[in-house]
């Protein structure tokens, strides 16, 4: 797309999303993902009734005084888009690919975070690395963010998830929390996410289209795998085989929705024919009472 309509393009979602980020952030954002806790400040000297697991040991064999570690609450989360532009990522059948619908849910994530003073940074992901944009915060940052989903070219078609999460890992050091978007056609990725949900708050968003599950009777029909680009006739009339076909994505659906409770993270599963602010709004909730009952 050329440099007017791209802008074009990027202002509707901005528009359609700012408005649903307000609303999402009154119904639960800001509950869902409370700041991250307690962390380091300063040291000062004991103090009678001082919490004796507080004592910096290091310090206090320096000084040959008895010193305390100093905690402040932290109240400014960092988010992280993950978003799998791989060849699957742009296949659509609805009203829009999925590539766009991942677009507007970022968005909307990301004006929902900037909106609680969050700071919000993005990866894209193929079977590489595709760009990596550090967390930062305000308005013409979100729009980076959506330009670069927008327009991505990606030079991978493949998934590879464990490399994806392997990198967030390494690079951000900080607690965070990290939405992973994506159809989830990987293997091998269970450990990476286990690794990093010890160490960040990890929700899978399995973003699917309607045809990935429902497969038409249409007679013969030519699919291409969008990832190795194989070409296989299959007959729709059959209904044997179109069954099978939505068995087998319901069964990848549950596998992977186990694969990261397992792991200690969340996971959503949105069609791209459904409205995500309501799916968005029953996980803050749901999010919001296992943060109020600790």
Sequence with gaps: MDTQELLKKVRRIEIKT??????????????????????????RQYQPGDDVRAIDWNVTARTGDPFVKVFEEERENTVMLVVDVSGSAVFGSHAQFKAEYLTELCAVLAFS?????????????????????????????????????????????????????????????????????????????????????????????HCWDPLERDLPDVGLLRVMDAESEEQIWVDTTSYALRKQYWHSFEAHTAATKQLFRRAGADFMSIGTHEPYTTALLQFFSNRSKKVAHG
Aim: hydrophobic share 40%.
């Design 113 to 205: 975070a900037i909106a609680n003073h969050d700071k919000v940074g993005v990866m894209l992901f193929s079977d590489q690395i595709e760009l990596y944009i550090p967390p930062k915060k305000g308005r013409q940052h979100i729009l980076r963010i959506i330009r670069e989903v927008l327009t991505i070219q990606p030079v991978g078609k493949k998934t590879d998830l464990e490399k994806a999460l392997r990198y967030i890992h390494t690079g951000v050091k900080k607690r965070c929390v990290c939405f992973v978007l994506s159809d989830f056609l990987a293997e091998g990725y269970e450990e990476a996410l286990r690794v990093l949900a010890r160490q960040h708050d990890c929700i899978g968003i």
């Design 18 to 43: 700012k408005g649903l980020s307000s609303h999402l952030f009154t119904g639960g954002y800001q509950s869902a993902f409370k700041g991250k806790g307690m962390s380091f400040s300063d040291v």
